[in-house]
């Protein structure tokens, strides 16, 4: 990923979302602190993907010096939390941190 970038992270899931879960927090950690926390309400879900558009200003908060992770928690209808994380994804560091307005 790219600081100062608006990257859209999608995640596929077996089955239709709104029909298996409540919710999904999708956290952003890096050096083991949590950079941004996202939940549902965030996402677009069209039937079993899940897409999660981030901002300029959120991306520069990522370090270009550590990788890092997103944790997965999606939480299905009867209370079950199945995790799922993606480890080891590096930043880009950008020079130039304009952000634009849209």
């Not at 239709?16 to 083991?32: A, C, E, P, S």
Request: proline residues 5%.
């Amino acid at each position: 990923m790219y600081q100062a970038s608006t990257p859209t992270h999608i995640f596929t899931f077996s089955e239709d979302i709104n029909l298996l879960f409540k919710d999904i927090t999708v956290t952003y950690l890096q050096n083991r602190e949590i950079i941004l926390e996202k939940t549902l309400k965030d996402c677009t879900v069209n039937g079993n993907v899940l897409s999660l558009d981030l901002t300029q200003e959120e991306t520069i908060m990522f370090s270009p010096f550590a990788d890092f992770k997103i944790e997965l928690l999606p939480i299905t209808k009867n209370g079950k939390v199945i995790p799922k994380v993606f480890d080891n994804i590096p930043v880009e560091e950008i020079q130039n941190k304009k952000v634009y307005e849209v």
